[in-house]
Structures are given as structure tokens and as C-alpha cells.
């Protein structure tokens, strides 16, 4: 995403996904050509906002269920126009379209992706995960807005290499480490060397195979050992939790799974999980977890599912 694309402002981004959907549910007349075309010559903004909002709900069509274009069907007929039928596009992908704006790399759900930045760094996303890049002279700045991500540090003594997570920040005094954001809350774990953790006003360091945690404007936690290979063993295709609450379990699978899931009882969230799963199937996660739990997991589909007892 370039700094062009982030300034155009919001009324232009509305009129270009009204544009899209209107074009989308049906062939133009010639009136409404003219009139599209107009829009476009108006404005190089009017342009560059549409080749955007129609490039990212193609590559949303690809990663999300429903997310194609709008058609009318036979019998009664149905017509989105205006504001409706933007509305109608934000609900859907309010969340997923202001994380593109946002970012320079992400993931869909179920998908991971490996970066290499233009310093030599490598960075590599979890599913549903988003970073934005900010490098200057005298720093290295990336902002991880959403997920998790596994990041291997190319060495510059000049250039801090520094995660913006949540609050906080990490930075690299070593070579690789993986930051998890979970609404406010905030993992790391250090594969290699050490980093430094600051939030709340202070600061810690974490070790080679330790982990700390800090959420919204408090302290982290003091470093502790952590099994590095099961903190990360997303990036080996697997999601491994030992006696891990239900909640999380389900929160973590969710980013793997083309869909929604929700919980009926919010109660069951502290159910107690252990188990190994396979990344690229959570059904048969969600399967398994059933079984095990004695809850039940109705699908209304395999992309809304509902968790309850």
C-alpha cells in the first residue's frame, strides 16, 4: 500500500466501492458509463481509489466465503443501490479492507506468507496477520497490526530493528524472534539471542528460548522459559496447546479457518485443551475438540459454525 493510496480520503473510498458494487450487480447502461467515467476523469484520486478497491476485493473474493460480486436473481427481484449497497460491502469487509489500507503485507485466513524486507530481513506472517513497514534512516520500524509473525533480523549496529506490537515495542538485539498480538495483549518469544520488551513505562529482556507478555499500557511480564518450537509450530504447518484454555484454542484455529465461529455459552471459553492439530484442517480440529469436550460445535455451514453445550 503506498502513502498515495492511504491519503485518499474516505468519501472518495465510498464512492469508489459503490462504483464497484453498482458495476458488479449488472452491465452498465451507457448512461451510467458516461457517468462512471466522468467520475474518473474528474479526480486522479477518483481513479486510483477504484483500481484499489477493485483490486483488494478480488484478492478478498479469493480468501473469504460470500466475497464476490453481487448478482440479481430471477423471480423477486432485488436491487442494492447507493449507500445501501456500500453498506452492505463494509459490513462484510469493513475489518479485512481497513487492515489493506493499513498495511504493506498480510494474510487471509488459512494462509501464511514469507517477506523479505529491503534491509535483508525476513519476516513470516501467521494467517490473518498484517504488518506495515516503516523504515528511516536512523530506524527500522515495523508495525505488526494484527496476528503473529516470525521475524529474522539482518544485523545493522546503525539501524535499530524495532516490532510496534500493541502498546509496546520490541527491539531486536539478535537476530529472531515472534510477536503475537491477541487484541491487547502482546506475546514474544525468542528464538535467537535476545530482544528488549518496553511497555507500561518500563522495560525487560528476554532471552534465547524465554517469552514474556505485556498488555495495554502495563509492564511485561518478567522473562520466562518457553518452548519456542510449540509457541511457533504455526510455521511448521501445526498448532500445538497443552492444557490451553478453549477460548484461545478457538480464537487461534479461527484465524486458520475461512469463516466465523462463535460461542453460544461463554462459559465454556475456559475449557481446558491439549492436543495437536493440523494448520491447514481446523473442521477436523473443531471435530476433535467436540469429541474431547463433550460440547457441540453445529455448523450451519462449514464457514459459520457455534460453539455451545
Not at 66 to 85: D, E, N, Q, S, V
Amino acid at each position: 500500500m503506498t502513502e498515495e493510496q492511504r491519503a485518499i480520503p474516505e468519501e472518495i473510498r465510498a464512492a469508489a466501492i459503490d462504483w464497484w458494487l453498482r458495476r458488479n450487480e449488472r452491465a452498465p447502461t451507457r448512461r451510467e458509463q458516461r457517468a462512471f467515467e466522468d467520475w474518473l476523469a474528474a479526480d486522479a484520486r477518483h481513479r486510483l481509489a477504484f483500481e484499489t478497491i477493485s483490486g483488494v476485493c478480488g484478492f478478498l473474493g479469493t480468501k473469504l466465503p460470500g466475497a464476490r460480486p453481487i448478482r440479481k436473481t430471477r423471480g423477486r427481484r432485488r436491487k442494492i443501490t447507493g449507500a445501501a449497497a456500500a453498506g452492505a460491502l463494509a459490513l462484510l469487509f469493513q475489518h479485512e479492507i481497513a487492515l489493506y489500507f493499513r498495511s504493506d503485507h498480510a494474510t487471509g485466513a488459512g494462509e501464511t506468507k514469507r517477506v523479505t524486507l529491503a534491509d535483508g530481513s525476513r519476516v513470516e506472517l501467521d494467517a490473518k496477520s498484517a504488518i506495515a513497514v516503516r523504515f528511516a534512516d536512523g530506524e527500522r520500524r515495523i508495525a505488526l497490526i494484527e496476528g503473529e509473525a516470525w521475524f529474522d533480523v539482518a544485523p545493522d549496529p546503525s539501524r535499530p530493528f524495532v516490532v510496534a506490537a500493541g502498546s509496546g515495542a520490541i527491539t531486536a538485539l539478535g537476530t529472531a524472534f515472534d510477536v503475537a498480538v491477541d487484541g491487547d495483549a502482546v506475546r514474544v518469544v525468542v528464538g535467537e539471542h535476545r530482544v528488549k520488551v518496553e511497555n507500561g513505562g518500563a522495560a525487560v529482556v528476554v532471552a534465547e528460548g524465554e517469552g514474556a507478555a505485556f498488555a495495554d499500557g502495563a509492564p511485561a511480564s518478567p522473562p520466562a522459559k518457553t518452548d519456542v518450537a510449540r509457541a511457533t509450530s504455526w510455521r511448521r504447518g501445526r498448532l500445538i496447546f497443552a492444557d490451553a484454555p478453549l477460548g484461545d484454542v478457538v480464537a487461534t484455529l479461527a484465524r486458520h479457518h475461512r469463516g466465523f465461529v462463535a460461542f453460544l455459552d461463554p462459559s465454556l471459553k475456559t475449557r481446558r485443551v491439549t492436543g495437536v492439530f493440523l494448520a491447514d484442517d481446523p473442521l477436523a480440529a473443531f471435530d476433535e475438540i467436540e469429541t474431547a469436550l463433550g460440547v457441540r460445535v453445529t455448523r450451519l455451514s462449514n464457514y459459520l459454525m457455534l460453539i455451545h453445550k
